[in-house]
């Protein structure tokens, strides 16, 4: 486990070179104002404890973080959109009231009140199980996903991801009339576009 956290950067960077940027979803409606809009699904306890889990998968540098890339915010949306597998999602879900329950038996404390050193060791143990270890995997996607999408969804805040991962963003990005939400609508009244213009 010590050397896959020494190597955890460079294993990520690897991943997104090699196209995990390529299974992004399209995905939720563009903000207007700088504030996130408010969490649907996630209840605060579980956005703490999605915040450890993921900053111990991804440790803070000095240029990026979790909280810049907004990924427990963007993991919130994918529970909500109605489009995503609602098979992923019902998994994504359990694995935290696993890691809580997991975390209770063990501990006997909520896994957002135990220590770094001891939050750290549980999700090595949780690493072994198979459901921890798929679980695990897939919040790793979501945080490299977090990493690579447009800032017009208010997440990977001024394009820090970009920046860390070196990435050249494609052309044209993402405007309020191509965002996901309004494609969505495009679909729903079946409206075809002829020129690009119309965008």
């Given at each position: 486990m010590e050397n896959f956290r020494e190597n955890r950067r460079e294993f990520i960077k690897k991943m997104t070179a090699l196209g995990v940027?390529?299974?992004?979803?399209?995905w939720y409606s563009c903000q207007d104002?700088?504030?996130?809009?408010?969490?649907?699904?996630?209840?605060r306890k579980q956005q703490n404890l999605l915040a450890d889990v993921m900053g111990i998968l991804f440790p803070d540098s000095?240029?990026?973080?979790?909280?810049?890339?907004?990924?427990?915010?963007y993991l919130d949306f994918i529970l909500s959109d109605t489009n995503y597998d609602?098979?992923?999602?019902?998994?994504?879900l359990e694995g935290i009231?696993?890691?809580e329950a997991f975390s209770l038996k063990i501990a006997n404390q909520s896994f957002v009140d135990l220590?770094?050193?001891?939050?750290?060791?549980?999700?090595?143990?949780?690493?072994?199980?198979?459901?921890?270890?798929?679980?695990?995997?897939?919040?790793?996607?979501?945080?490299?996903?977090?990493?690579?999408l447009d800032p017009i969804y208010n997440i990977n805040t001024d394009g820090s991801g970009w920046q860390w991962l070196q990435?050249?963003?494609?052309?044209?990005?993402?405007?309020?009339?191509n965002s996901y939400a309004n494609l969505l609508k495009r679909k729903q009244v079946s409206q075809v576009i002829t020129e690009v213009s119309s965008l």
């Open positions: 940027f390529s299974q992004l979803p399209l104002g700088k504030e996130p809009l408010p969490f649907k699904v996630l209840t000095d240029t990026i973080n979790i909280e810049l890339a907004n990924t427990v915010y609602p098979d992923e999602k019902d998994y994504l009231g696993k890691t220590s770094a050193e001891k939050q750290q060791k549980l999700i090595d143990h949780i690493a072994q199980k198979n459901w921890g270890s798929y679980w695990l995997s897939r919040l790793l996607t979501v945080i490299f996903e977090s990493l690579l990435h050249l963003p494609g052309v044209p990005r993402p405007s309020e009339a």
